[in-house]
């Protein structure tokens, strides 16, 4: 084949979105379109995309998490694997309607829902959705993730509403699903309920007071929310409390201003903290979770206490409140009340504390504790068929495996998020999912004049109305991973299920994880997935957030299209570790673009200088010179390191290795030496080029999709299997010689920083005169590298040993000792010595430390130790060597 010429620089914009095209155009993203890869078989391996809200357009979240799973989805399909990667959006239902309200108000619309009514209102929103999701659908392409888009899915499509209603009906004729009264979370702005886990605390400075309800009243509370006191119906204290321990039963009638005289049972409750205010704690069961709690243990000892509400719908006080303050917003009603407290004497002390507040994450308002009639899953009561709660499944899936088979195990990583997960499910309430939006799945449910109906359309007759409010969005977002496959149908693709991968954020660890597997292990009896890795949050250089309001918010797009994706890939994957934040700026998608411009730089020289295309020919492993040696064993090891990463989700330091390899193993040293020996090298580097493009593809597709057409056109990429260590164990398992081209290297790099040290001029030749000892025959043989590789050596003579050169710079490689003759400053040649001596002796000192440590020595591979032990040694000669001179 006839050499050829690549452009001097990669320009992303001349490449990306036509390979993109490619990549679509051959089928490959869709896995039955998958070609057999010879000695592998095939199986199916699945990634559902956490559909990203149709609220705007993607951030940089959104980036990481499309880089992360199209390495996995690219690494399984090189590997053989029947890869499903499956994109969505996910209408996200508060968060949509929350964000369209807003821009209808700031256009002139004061309050959408009533000005526009149901159907309008929705119009509008679903106006928006189809719009962001077709901005978000070519962010994701853009991005180069290789999903399946023939099987594109969305929360609220019609299949998906289908799979939504079913799971509904199914757990509602299970009795999970009921209509209670319970208290919930209430947002007064967005006039909706909201889970426990859609809250934000918000630390904001509040008063702590101290008072009694009357003057005979023997026990004193404290509270920051004075003016919910007003509906008490009882004092708790912890049973084993000796101050209060007679009051236990009694039951005291106190006039506060309520609408009737407030009746106050003093109750036991072992939760209550005795040193905390003054142990004794106000019950307001209709405006707390915790003390709706304590009213629901008092009803099941059948010692009732009285549930009064006092706040309404509007975040007014209500009618129970008293006359004084019924219709007065909440902090009105509490500064009306204290100054009355304060009147009567009953205030003991005002304290300024700083106090986490639960807000709406949408509509960012403080919540409200109210008692309503809404739509709830118990996840407490025993499944008919299972004899387990929906809580045991959840647990039983990331402990013992779903009924008890360590097959339908969920492996969480980082492992200590699972602890974190079993607590969560330890405090888990009933999940209200009943939600007063317009945007969403409507609960399948009609009325009629008392009869209710759950199915999946409306039931004949007339009179028949349906329930007006929607769904927890979580609720259809739990059903992702089977949903998404064509569930409930009979032939939905249960070979794609248990997914193999899922990745998310820990912020929404109980949000959508949690979710998914409480749905699937009900509805399927099996795990959603596998394996979760669980990624940290992206944060500014500073450590902050990104958000629009901080004013750091950086457009992935913008970054793409200065630096280009592969890029920004690798600067968001790079340095990355499970769990943890990770801090993203631009200088780090600049050093990502300068190893994306070295491997192409690389590339086009070997593609350029030598007669490359693909082949199945093997290396002939006659005549391989050291170099050659080394890289080929230098390129098994990579081969296994990231394929070993990879499995692990070390995609970090896969990276690194990949890094390392390219830019010094192969740029700086193996290519470098292959200027001055030609034998072997056009097969060698046939195979070292291909083979690294194959392991760099998962991390930079464009650029190495570029760079492989130019070598051979008619195959992509994409398809291609990846490379085996064995093809390089085969070569170089015949010798010992796989490290000789480390000594050399070694005695390059003493030479080039003793001239450096000494401030030799670049360009000055010197001779080099190096006492070899038993590797005399070894440097001999390598002289020309010695000599040619930056060293400004032109003259080298290799003894066995000899006597010690004045008027020379000297350097030792372990036992070998080296003179550079004709560039000596003898003042500076002995300080530089005398430096080399204590620092040698610093890492020597270090070193007997390390491996004085028997944790070390009995916990490390023996591999390692064996090698901490070589260093010892090497660094005793060479310090040896430097005091005898």
Same mark, same amino acid.
């Not at 309001?549 to 499970?578: C, H, Q, Y």
């Given at each position: 084949?006839?050499?050829?010429?690549?452009?001097?620089?990669?320009?992303?914009a001349d490449?990306?979105?036509a390979?993109?095209?490619?990549?679509?155009k051959?089928g490959f993203?869709?896995p039955?379109?998958l070609?057999?890869q010879a000695?592998?078989?095939?199986d199916?391996?699945?990634i559902m995309?956490p559909?990203?809200?149709?609220t705007?357009?993607?951030?940089?979240?959104?980036?990481?998490e499309?880089s992360?799973?199209?390495i996995m989805?690219?690494?399984?399909?090189?590997?053989?694997?029947?890869v499903?990667?499956?994109?969505?959006?996910?209408?996200?239902?508060?968060?949509? @309607?929350?964000?369209?309200e807003?821009?209808?108000?700031?256009?002139?619309?004061?309050?959408p829902?009533?000005?526009l009514?149901r159907?309008?209102?929705?119009?509008?929103?679903?106006?928006?959705?189809?719009?962001s999701k077709?901005?978000?659908?070519?962010?994701?392409?853009?991005?180069g993730?290789?999903c399946?888009?023939?099987r594109l899915?969305?929360?609220?499509?019609?299949?998906r509403?289908?799979?939504?209603?079913?799971?509904f009906?199914k757990?509602y004729?299970d009795?999970?699903?009921?209509?209670?009264?319970?208290?919930v979370?209430?947002?007064?702005?967005g006039?909706?309920?909201?889970s426990d886990?859609?809250l934000?605390h918000?630390?904001?400075?509040?008063?702590?007071?101290?008072?009694?309800?009357?003057?005979?009243?023997?026990?004193?509370?404290?509270?920051?929310?004075? #003016?919910?006191?007003?509906?008490?119906?009882a004092?708790a204290?912890?049973?084993?409390d000796?101050?209060?321990?007679?009051?236990?039963?009694?039951i005291?009638?106190?006039?506060?201003?309520?609408?009737?005289p407030?009746?106050?049972?003093?109750i036991a409750?072992?939760?209550v903290?005795?040193?905390?205010?003054t142990?004794?704690?106000?019950v307001t069961?209709?405006?707390?979770?915790v003390?709706?709690?304590m009213? #629901?243990?008092?009803?099941?000892?059948?010692?009732?206490i009285?549930l009064?509400?006092?706040?309404?719908q509007?975040?007014?006080?209500? #009618?129970?409140?008293?006359?004084?303050?019924?219709?007065l917003?909440?902090?009105?009603?509490?500064?009306?009340?204290?100054?009355?407290?304060?009147?009567?004497?009953?205030l003991?002390?005002? #304290?300024?504390?700083? @106090?986490?507040?639960?807000?709406?994450?949408r509509? !960012?308002?403080?919540?409200?504790?109210?008692?309503?009639?809404?739509w709830?899953?118990?996840?407490?009561?025993?499944i008919?068929s299972?004899?387990k709660?929906?809580?045991?499944?959840?647990?039983?899936?990331?402990?013992?495996?779903?009924?008890?088979d360590?097959? @339908?195990?969920?492996?969480?990583?980082?492992?200590?998020f699972?602890?974190?997960?079993l607590?969560?499910?330890?405090?888990l309430r009933?999940?209200?999912i009943?939600?007063?939006i317009?945007?969403?799945?409507?609960?399948?449910?009609?009325y009629?004049?008392?009869?209710i109906?759950?199915?999946?359309?409306?039931?004949?007759?007339?009179?028949?109305i349906?329930?007006?409010?929607?769904?927890?969005?979580?609720?259809? !977002?739990?059903?992702?991973?089977?949903?998404?496959?064509?569930?409930?149908?009979?032939?939905?693709?249960q070979?794609?299920?248990?997914t193999?991968?899922m990745?998310?954020?820990y912020?929404?660890?109980?949000f959508w994880?949690?979710r998914?597997i409480?749905?699937?292990?009900?509805a399927?009896? @099996?795990?959603p997935?596998r394996d979760?890795?669980?990624?940290g949050?992206?944060r500014?250089?500073s450590?902050?957030?990104?958000?629009?309001?901080?004013?750091?918010?950086?457009?992935?797009?913008e970054?793409?299209?200065?630096?280009?994706?592969d890029?920004?890939?690798?600067?968001l994957i790079?340095?990355?570790?499970?769990?943890?934040?990770s801090?993203?700026?631009e200088?780090?998608?600049?050093?990502?673009?300068?190893m994306?411009?070295?491997?192409?730089?690389?590339?086009?020289?070997?593609?350029?200088?030598?007669?490359?295309?693909?082949t199945?020919?093997k290396i002939?492993?006659?005549?391989?010179?050291?170099?050659?040696l080394?890289v080929l064993?230098k390129?098994q090891?990579?081969?296994?390191?990231?394929k070993?990463?990879l499995?692990?989700?070390?995609?970090?330091?896969?990276?690194?290795k990949?890094?390392?390899f390219?830019?010094d193993?192969?740029a700086?040293?193996?290519?470098e030496?292959s200027k001055?020996e030609k034998?072997?090298?056009?097969?060698?580097?046939?195979h070292?080029?291909?083979d690294l493009?194959?392991l760099?593809?998962p991390?930079?597709?464009?650029?190495t999709?570029?760079i492989?057409?130019e070598?051979?056109?008619?195959?992509?990429?994409?398809?291609e299997?990846l490379?085996?260590?064995?093809y390089y164990?085969e070569?170089?398992?015949s010798?010992?010689?796989?490290?000789?081209?480390?000594?050399?290297?070694?005695?390059?790099i003493?030479?080039?920083?003793?001239?450096?040290?000494?401030?030799?001029?670049?360009?000055?030749?010197i001779k080099?005169?190096i006492?070899?000892?038993n590797?005399k025959?070894?440097?001999e043989?390598?002289?020309?590298l010695?000599?040619n590789?930056?060293?400004?050596i032109?003259?080298?003579?290799?003894?066995?040993?000899?006597e010690?050169l004045s008027?020379?710079?000297?350097?030792?490689?372990?036992?070998?000792?080296?003179y550079?003759?004709g560039?000596?400053d003898?003042?500076?040649?002995?300080?530089?010595?005398?430096?080399?001596i204590?620092?040698l002796e610093?890492?020597?000192?270090?070193a007997k430390?390390?491996?004085?440590?028997?944790?070390f020595?009995?916990k490390a591979?023996?591999?390692?130790?064996?090698?901490e032990?070589?260093?010892?040694k090497?660094?005793?000669a060479?310090?040896?060597?430097l005091?005898?001179?």
């Amino acid at each position: 084949m006839s050499k050829k010429e690549l452009p001097k620089t990669y320009n992303p914009a001349d490449y990306e979105d036509a390979i993109y095209a490619k990549w679509e155009k051959s089928g490959f993203f869709n896995p039955d379109n998958l070609p057999a890869q010879a000695g592998l078989k095939g199986d199916p391996y699945s990634i559902m995309m956490p559909p990203p809200n149709v609220t705007g357009v993607l951030h940089l979240g959104h980036a990481l998490e499309n880089s992360l799973m199209d390495i996995m989805a690219r690494y399984q399909r090189m590997n053989g694997k029947k890869v499903l990667l499956l994109p969505g959006t996910d209408h996200a239902a508060v968060a949509t @309607q929350a964000k369209v309200e807003k821009i209808l108000v700031e256009q002139g619309i004061k309050n959408p829902r009533q000005e526009l009514g149901r159907e309008k209102l929705l119009e509008k929103i679903r106006e928006y959705a189809e719009e962001s999701k077709s901005t978000i659908l070519k962010q994701i392409k853009k991005m180069g993730t290789s999903c399946d888009w023939s099987r594109l899915a969305y929360t609220f499509d019609e299949k998906r509403c289908r799979a939504v209603n079913e799971v509904f009906i199914k757990m509602y004729n299970d009795g999970l699903i009921y209509r209670g009264n319970r208290v919930v979370n209430w947002s007064v702005k967005g006039q909706s309920t909201c889970s426990d886990d859609e809250l934000v605390h918000v630390e904001r400075p509040a008063k702590f007071y101290t008072f009694k309800y009357s003057k005979d009243f023997p026990i004193a509370v404290a509270t920051t929310r004075p #003016e919910t006191k007003l509906g008490d119906t009882a004092v708790a204290v912890n049973p084993n409390d000796k101050r209060y321990k007679k009051y236990i039963g009694q039951i005291f009638t106190v006039d506060v201003g309520a609408a009737k005289p407030l009746e106050i049972k003093i109750i036991a409750d072992e939760a209550v903290d005795e040193t905390f205010g003054t142990g004794a704690v106000g019950v307001t069961p209709a405006h707390s979770m915790v003390d709706f709690e304590m009213y #629901e243990k008092q009803k099941a000892k059948n010692d009732p206490i009285a549930l009064i509400s006092v706040i309404d719908q509007n975040g007014k006080m209500a #009618e129970a409140a008293g006359k004084a303050y019924a219709g007065l917003p909440v902090l009105e009603a509490r500064e009306k009340f204290v100054k009355w407290l304060k009147k009567e004497k009953l205030l003991e002390k005002e #304290e300024d504390i700083m @106090q986490n507040v639960g807000t709406s994450d949408r509509f !960012s308002d403080a919540i409200e504790v109210l008692p309503m009639t809404q739509w709830f899953i118990d996840v407490n009561k025993k499944i008919p068929s299972k004899n387990k709660s929906l809580k045991d499944l959840m647990r039983e899936a990331v402990t013992i495996g779903h009924n008890g088979d360590k097959e @339908q195990k969920v492996k969480i990583t980082p492992e200590r998020f699972e602890k974190v997960y079993l607590n969560w499910i330890d405090n888990l309430r009933d999940w209200c999912i009943s939600r007063q939006i317009w945007w969403g799945h409507r609960i399948p449910v009609w009325y009629k004049e008392g009869e209710i109906f759950v199915g999946l359309e409306k039931p004949e007759g007339e009179g028949w109305i349906q329930d007006e409010d929607t769904l927890d969005t979580w609720f259809s !977002s739990g059903l992702w991973t089977f949903s998404t496959l064509g569930w409930p149908e009979k032939n939905w693709e249960q070979n794609f299920h248990p997914t193999s991968w899922m990745q998310m954020g820990y912020e929404i660890l109980f949000f959508w994880m949690a979710r998914m597997i409480l749905m699937s292990t009900y509805a399927l009896d @099996q795990i959603p997935f596998r394996d979760v890795y669980i990624h940290g949050m992206l944060r500014s250089e500073s450590g902050k957030k990104f958000s629009k309001s901080s004013g750091n918010n950086i457009d992935p797009i913008e970054v793409i299209s200065k630096f280009g994706t592969d890029a920004l890939r690798l600067s968001l994957i790079g340095g990355i570790a499970p769990g943890n934040d990770s801090k993203f700026y631009e200088e780090k998608v600049e050093g990502a673009r300068n190893m994306v411009n070295k491997l192409w730089n690389i590339s086009r020289y070997i593609i350029t200088n030598y007669e490359l295309g693909i082949t199945n020919e093997k290396i002939n492993g006659d005549n391989l010179s050291v170099a050659d040696l080394w890289v080929l064993k230098k390129m098994q090891d990579l081969i296994i390191d990231v394929k070993f990463n990879l499995d692990n989700y070390e995609f970090s330091q896969a990276i690194e290795k990949l890094k390392e390899f390219t830019r010094d193993i192969l740029a700086d040293w193996y290519v470098e030496a292959s200027k001055f020996e030609k034998d072997n090298k056009n097969q060698i580097l046939i195979h070292i080029l291909c083979d690294l493009l194959k392991l760099w593809h998962p991390f930079v597709p464009f650029i190495t999709e570029a760079i492989w057409g130019e070598i051979k056109k008619s195959n992509l990429l994409i398809i291609e299997k990846l490379p085996e260590a064995n093809y390089y164990t085969e070569i170089v398992k015949s010798t010992n010689k796989t490290y000789y081209f480390d000594l050399i290297k070694n005695i390059i790099i003493a030479i080039r920083n003793a001239r450096a040290e000494n401030n030799v001029e670049p360009a000055k030749k010197i001779k080099a005169v190096i006492y070899a000892g038993n590797q005399k025959e070894l440097i001999e043989s390598q002289a020309h590298l010695i000599k040619n590789l930056r060293t400004g050596i032109s003259e080298l003579e290799v003894l066995e040993k000899g006597e010690k050169l004045s008027d020379a710079i000297y350097v030792a490689v372990g036992d070998i000792e080296i003179y550079l003759l004709g560039a000596v400053d003898a003042e500076k040649e002995k300080l530089r010595i005398e430096k080399e001596i204590a620092n040698l002796e610093k890492i020597i000192a270090s070193a007997k430390v390390r491996l004085a440590n028997k944790e070390f020595t009995d916990k490390a591979p023996a591999e390692i130790v064996k090698k901490e032990k070589e260093k010892l040694k090497n660094w005793q000669a060479e310090l040896k060597s430097l005091k005898s001179k």
